[in-house]
């Protein structure tokens, strides 16, 4: 089965730094992903892991441990339009040709002044 | 580039009704499309795979009767929600794969701005 888990909500301040994790359980895996979405928009690109380790992207990183089944989104210097849900989702890969994103169950975040 | 527009943008409809929604990729072609829906405040379920000429794979527990799903092309695939009732209001959502692989990543998915469907 695929069983993806998120901190439902989180709280941070302006310039600060926050990290979501979540963890997964799934059948097949070829690939993480994370997606910022605003509310009543689509999901948009964040990062994408693969292998093991740290992928940089700006005032974003992701992590990855495949043994341990665990990402992490960083963002750092947090700024006031960061207030969104972010969405881990683990590409399938089972079925070639079909690669399905399987989402997590996303993470609130609010950020204050 | 790899752009997929929906329309249309929210729509309202009379319980029973159907209702039409269209994914369309841009600028590049798309084998592969999904559906998915999004109640508020939950995260994004995936309906239905779609595949250019030939039928959808439907997710456990999605009526693929009620959620009829056409890919006529390369470029489009619709979602018609047959007798609709208020339980099927809700965000839906495509994505396409492009066959180029056009972001960087293997087998991006590019999500389009979603559909609002209210049913009354």
């Known amino acids: 089965g695929q069983n993806i888990d998120q901190p439902t909500e989180m709280t941070a301040t302006e310039g600060a730094i926050v990290q979501i994790n979540c963890t997964y359980q799934?059948?097949?895996?070829?690939?993480l992903f994370w997606y910022q979405q605003h509310a009543g928009e689509a999901p948009t690109f964040l990062s994408y892991?693969?292998?093991?380790g740290l992928e940089e992207k700006g005032r974003f990183s992701s992590f990855l441990s495949r043994s341990k089944g665990y990402s992490y989104l960083l963002l750092k210097e947090l700024q006031m339009k960061d207030s969104a849900s972010y969405l881990c989702?683990?590409?399938?890969?089972?079925?070639?040709?079909?690669?399905?994103?399987?989402f997590g169950t996303g993470t609130r975040l609010l950020v204050s002044p | 580039g790899a752009v997929v527009s929906q329309h249309p943008s929210w729509v309202i409809c009379k319980s029973g009704t159907s209702v039409k929604i269209e994914c369309r990729s841009l600028?590049?072609?798309?084998?592969?499309m999904f559906w998915y829906r999004q109640f508020p405040k939950q995260s994004l379920m995936l309906m239905a795979t779609?595949?250019?000429?030939?039928?959808?794979?439907?997710e456990q527990g999605v009526e693929k009767d009620k959620f009829l799903i056409n890919h006529a092309s390369l470029t489009l695939s619709t979602l018609t929600v047959t007798s609709a009732h208020p339980e099927d209001s809700s965000f839906y959502i495509c994505?396409?794969?492009?066959?180029?692989?056009?972001?960087?990543?293997?087998?991006?998915?590019?999500f389009g701005p979603g559909t609002r469907l209210t049913v009354t």
């Open positions: 799934t059948s097949g895996f070829n690939g």
């Open positions: 779609s595949n250019e000429g030939s039928k959808a794979t439907y």
């Open positions: 600028d590049f072609q798309a084998t592969t």
């Open positions: 994505s396409a794969i492009s066959l180029a692989g056009a972001g960087g990543v293997p087998y991006e998915q590019y």
């Open positions: 989702a683990v590409r399938d890969g089972r079925n070639t040709g079909f690669q399905k994103l399987v």
């Open positions: 892991n693969v292998l093991d």
